[in-house]
């Protein structure tokens, strides 16, 4: 038996023990939670509570009701007819009754579109079914290494990975986004014959729809999961980093050089192993002298100093006994609660160690004791969140066990709570001016200033081009600050002549990004520990030649900083990222649909990166609906064409709107 009722504020259905609920949530939106036998209201999740009530119509008439939110109407569907009378719903344009996504049964008997097998203790394998559509373009779900920016077909684990960062978010060429409001393990199926979201372990199906053109649909993405803080003005010049500045002296050299050679330069960072023992959280007095004199230093200079933050606690630490005692560690199913192996100082050999549990408010509060008093003290203000997936080895989900519930349920929020640590420990403060640095993002991260990067990537042109991609995606799941490893993470011989090509032509894209880091482990390489350093990789380590154009980049990028605030500002206020794919802005060109390899900084900047060793042209096609000029010749192009464009090695093809007034040449 199957009943569908009107509720307060949606629609409410009950069958065969599962409860579907539908509510407004926010303008041209819905969220659907589907239980078995009850709606709970307090599993972890992305979504803010909805603005107040909105004017909505639902209506039921037997077995069929429907809800009008806007541009977005749902309509829930029983079939008297069918023994497994199991109500199937679907999302329609309002104005025009199109529709935009439905149910499809995987089988007309069994199973439905919905299906919890179940694990015991109110725990299922949860699928939810959705119908195929052969014109689909689908985009978002976090940062993936695949190199393709229409994700249609492919089928995408949800998990946190070192470069594969899951945001369960996706946008569709049909009319509508549509959030996996679940942190739970599993995967997102896109195939041709349906869309199947399948979580490994979990208590309910929990997913929010909304409608409109992109724009409209990335910005109610943000009112639904959280906008941006404005990023501070000094964020949005030049970062420089390596695999490791071993000391203090060193560090100041490296910052006294710049400005000897009159380079600009806003952040450098202290990567990992400047500490005493891992899960310290402090600089060890022998390489790090005098942290405050150092920070006082660099502030004289305009520049600010990032300090790597791992979220990983050695039995060595100081810390470690009593965050074990009261809880405050990750812990596990069976098993020791140790979770990688690392090598400390002090220690010769690889030992196990320990998580703190971001999901815990007492943990996230420890942690930012100690950095609080061992850092933010000093003056430090900004922070690299590295290895926050978090970095387990090996990834056994289902052994952790987090204080916001098992691991295969919650795993994926860890890195969204571990920037909420920082954050809440800067609004403790009254200190709204914070930068996190993270290696992974989970749906909302975006609202506690969580900088998202692209992870420890190769150091080759495959692995440019798909950062292309990744980066465009990222901006669709909601992430507005984004940035590589210029020059790749993995490698790279500063000697190599296809690798100075290589860094000079990722510089000139990283330029364009929302960030703009050096950073990488170049050669040679040494044995992993903490004596390692990395090899050369300041902006003269790669030849005069390359140093020439790098320098020149520098200079652009300081020209473009204006421009780029604006285009922060706006993406704290309305949600519409800086970087992003053409069909953002141009949605009624198809062309901007299929163009992976071109992006927008903004509304007035068309980027065409050199991804190709020894390439000095490519095709360029500009989206429809306005004109173009170059920004380097001044050459006016019609809005629709393609063409090669030059690409000499001192520039990449770039391209302002017509009638736009943003000047890049010097």
Known sequence: ?????????????????????????????????????????????????????????????????????????????????????????AFRRTSTGAELLAEERAHFWWPGPRLFQPHGNG??????????????????????????????GLVLDLVQRNAEV?????????????????????????????????????????????????????????????????????ATGFWQSK?????????????????????????????FFHWTHLGDWKFDPAEWPDPTGMVKELDELGVKLMVSIWPTVSPLSENYRRMEAEGLLVGTESGVPHHAPWKDKGFAVEMPVAFYDATNPRAREFLWSRVKENYY????????????????????????????????????????????????GFAAQG?????????????????????LWSGDIGATFDSL?????????????????????????????????????????????????????????????????????????????????????????LALRERLRPYLAEQLATAHRSGLPPMRPLFVDFPDDPSAWEIDDEFLLGPDLLVAPITEYGARSRTVRLPAGTGWVDAWTGTAYEGGSAFTADAPLDRIPVFRRDGANVQLRP
């Open 1 to 89: 038996m199957t009943a569908i009722r009107g509720t307060e504020n949606g629609i409410e259905v009950s069958s065969h023990r599962q409860v579907l609920r539908i509510e407004p949530w926010g303008a041209d939106s819905v969220r659907v939670r589907i239980g078995q036998g009850r709606i709970v209201d307090d599993l972890p999740g992305a979504l803010l509570p909805p603005p107040p009530a909105q004017a909505v119509q639902a209506t039921v008439d037997g077995n069929r009701a429907t809800l009008v939110n806007g541009e977005l109407t749902v309509v829930v569907h029983i079939d008297p007819g069918e023994a497994e009378s199991e109500a199937e719903v």
């Open 123 to 152: 725990f299922h394998r949860i699928e939810q079914r959705f119908r195929g559509y052969d014109d689909e373009r689908v985009f978002g779900l976090g940062q993936r290494t695949h190199g393709r920016l229409d994700q249609k």
């Open 166 to 234: 899951s945001i369960p978010f996706l946008l569709s060429n049909r009319g509508y986004g549509l959030l996996w409001n679940s942190p739970a393990v599993g995967r997102v199926e896109l195939a041709t014959n349906g869309t199947r979201w399948v979580a490994d372990s979990a208590r309910q199906i929990d997913y929010w729809v909304t409608t409109g053109d992109p724009a409209q649909i990335l910005c109610r993405y943000a009112d639904a999961t959280g906008h941006a803080p404005m990023l501070p003005e000094w």
């Open 243 to 271: 695999l490791r500045y071993k000391t203090q002296d060193e560090l100041l050299s490296v910052v006294r050089e710049h400005k000897r050679r009159g380079l600009p330069m806003s952040v450098i960072i202290t990567d």
């Open 377 to 424: 003290d000093l003056g430090v203000r900004a922070f690299w969140l590295d290895a926050c997936e978090p970095e387990v080895r090996p990834l056994h989900p289902g052994n952790l066990a987090f204080h916001a519930g098992p691991g295969n349920e919650v795993f994926n929020l860890y890195p969204r709570d571990s920037a909420l640590a920082f954050y809440e």
């Open 431 to 451: 200190d709204d001016e914070m930068v996190l640095l993270t290696r992974s993002a989970w749906a909302g991260s975006q609202r506690y200033g969580a900088a």
């Open 465 to 553: 081009r798909r950062q292309v991609r990744a980066g465009l995606n990222v901006a669709v799941s909601g992430i507005p600050w984004w940035t590589t490893d210029i020059g790749g993470f993995h490698g790279g011989d500063p000697d190599d002549p296809e690798f100075r090509e290589l860094i000079v032509r990722w510089f000139q894209f990283n330029a364009f990004c929302p960030l703009f880091r050096l950073h990488g482990y170049r050669d040679p390489k040494v044995e992993f520990g903490p004596e390692m350093t990395g090899g050369p990789n300041e902006v003269w380590s790669f030849g005069p030649e390359a140093y020439e154009h790098i320098v020149a980049v």
